[in-house]
């Protein structure tokens, strides 16, 4: 989710291509605009597994970034589209082609965050080149497609929590800033399991986000994992703002019964959190499926 010019973009996992969903109001991302602006090609290194696109604004243009294989899984890796239309829904998607991560291992995920006039990105990987424990990694980048110097782990799954279900797993990190502090919110354990909930490492925004040591985890989960009301297994979040400025949002998916796993019956779902007086976010605990909530504030 990204708010620009009084317009809310979102976009999903479909599995078979990108689509973007355009609204002004939240509370009615149902009836929203969409369009499809991008269909992969029949065969290639990127035409099967299109997981958790991303769209990021950076210097006037929009880029669309997305995980996709040639049908192996062994073989995903981040992929990013280009346009410099006004609106992401119209104009002209300039296929960037690979975004190019150091040591070229399997990735998903990927994120970014300017920063102090550096551009960052984070994205869920393997150590190696075979199947296992998914890490956090940091990259720093010349371009919205290009990094430059090594990647970083910053998270590896260490608690209990972050261990359910096989492989361990920490992905889909987003990040949040707020005051001093950065935060980067990220799922946990294998989305197969109920336990998936979300972890958070914390940083100053003065200190040198490459280093592993400035950066903090939260040794519990800040949001779910939760088991009821429609409500299972939550994760892989975003943020957005509400129109007025005065609320601040989480968005994530979760599914409607246990058991269901990393299943297309998972949906999205969003509510309101705070800010302690520390300036850490307060996520709350997910909401039941069948609550009715304010709408957010300024609509």
């Known amino acids: 989710m990204i708010l620009k010019d009084g317009w809310y973009y979102y976009t999903h996992t479909t599995g078979r291509n990108l689509q973007l969903f355009k609204t002004r109001a939240m509370s009615r991302?149902?009836?929203?605009?969409?369009?499809?602006?991008?269909?992969?090609?029949?065969?290639?290194?990127?035409?099967?597994?299109?997981?958790?696109?991303?769209?990021?604004?950076?210097?006037?243009?929009w880029y669309l970034y997305y995980a996709a294989d040639d049908g192996r899984n062994e073989n995903h890796r981040m992929w990013v589209l280009e346009n410099a239309s006004a609106d992401p829904l119209q104009g002209e998607w300039i296929d960037r082609g690979k975004l190019n991560l150091p040591d070229d291992r399997w990735a998903i995920d990927a994120t970014l965050l300017q920063h102090q006039g550096q551009l960052y990105t984070v994205?869920?990987?393997?150590?190696?080149?075979?199947?296992?424990?998914?890490?956090?990694?940091?990259?720093?980048?010349?371009?919205?497609?290009?990094?430059?110097?090594?990647?970083?782990?910053?998270?590896?799954?260490?608690?209990?929590?972050?261990?359910?279900?096989?492989?361990?797993?920490?992905?889909?990190?987003?990040?949040?800033?707020?005051?001093?502090?950065?935060?980067?919110?990220?799922?946990?354990?294998?989305?197969?399991?109920?336990?998936?909930?979300?972890?958070?490492?914390?940083?100053?925004?003065?200190?040198d986000l490459m280093n592993p040591a400035s950066w903090r985890k939260s040794p519990q989960p800040v949001f779910g994992p939760y088991a009821g009301g429609g409500t299972n297994g939550v994760g892989h979040n975003s943020f957005f703002t509400t129109p007025d400025g005065k609320g601040h949002w989480i968005l994530y998916h979760a599914n409607p019964l246990p058991d269901l796993g990393c299943?297309?019956?998972?949906?999205?779902?969003?509510?309101?959190?705070?800010?302690?007086?520390?300036?850490?976010?307060?996520?709350?605990?997910?909401?039941?499926?069948?609550?009715?909530?304010?709408?957010?504030?300024?609509?």
């Open 29 to 61: 991302l149902r009836q929203a605009d969409s369009k499809v602006v991008w269909t992969p090609p029949a065969t290639g290194p990127n035409s099967r597994n299109i997981w958790a696109p991303e769209l990021h604004f950076v210097n006037g243009k």
């Open 123 to 207: 994205w869920s990987g393997w150590e190696g080149f075979t199947d296992g424990r998914q890490d956090l990694y940091i990259a720093k980048m010349t371009n919205p497609w290009t990094s430059e110097g090594p990647r970083i782990r910053l998270s590896t799954p260490e608690y209990n929590w972050e261990k359910e279900g096989s492989p361990d797993v920490n992905e889909g990190p987003e990040f949040l800033l707020n005051g001093n502090k950065i935060f980067l919110v990220y799922s946990a354990s294998h989305c197969s399991t109920d336990n998936y909930a979300l972890g958070m490492l914390t940083a100053n925004a003065t200190a």
């Open 263 to 299: 299943s297309n019956r998972r949906s999205p779902r969003m509510q309101r959190f705070t800010f302690k007086p520390d300036g850490t976010p307060d996520f709350g605990e997910p909401v039941k499926l069948d609550q009715w909530l304010p709408r957010p504030s300024g609509e």
